[in-house]
């Protein structure tokens, strides 16, 4: 895999070819601010090197990345006294709405339960027997470390 891909937009954020409002940056990461501001603050992480998604990732680059964000997101939440929470997303494929193909965590400050930005989680937990819970545990447990 090469550490930078010519034709992604976000390697070209990391090369400065495509400019950026950057708000940190290091040897291994970058955070920038989301071009489409959902909500004031909407900001970026993304690692240095072309990953397409969480399932490239190891345990190296996963320790690297997410180590900076605890501090990207307090700097955003100190910046802005109105910002009352956040909601850290990280979406892996098309089906669940990733639309740039360099692997990327929103950092999204929320301000009130109506601002810009919304998330749904359907309580489907009547559809399911004890049994079925078991299956899918012992398949997950079953994967670890493929
Ligand atoms: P995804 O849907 O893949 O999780 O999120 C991609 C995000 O990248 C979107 O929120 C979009 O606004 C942002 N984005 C796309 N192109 C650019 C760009 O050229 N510059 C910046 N700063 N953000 C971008
Ligand atoms: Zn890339």
């Known amino acids: 895999m090469s550490k930078l891909d010519p034709d992604c937009i976000f390697c070209k954020i990391i090369t400065n070819d495509i400019p950026s409002y950057t708000v940190y940056e290091d040897d291994d990461v970058k955070a920038f601010l989301d071009i489409s501001q959902g909500t004031p603050g909407h900001t970026l992480v993304i690692p240095k090197i ?14 690297t990345v997410f180590a900076k964000i605890p501090m990207i997101a307090r700097a955003i939440q100190a910046a802005n006294p109105a910002i009352k929470g ?57 994967h670890l470390g493929d």
């Open 86 to 142: 956040m909601n850290i997303v990280n979406n892996n494929g098309e089906v669940a709405y990733q639309s740039v193909f360099h692997s990327h965590f929103h950092l999204v400050p929320r301000y009130t339960s109506k601002d810009d930005f919304g998330m749904f989680f359907k309580d489907n937990s009547a559809n399911y027997t004890p049994e079925q819970l078991t299956e899918i545990q012992e398949s997950i447990n079953s």
């Open 50 to 63: 072309h990953v397409a998604n969480i399932f490239e990732y190891d345990e190296q680059l996963a320790a």
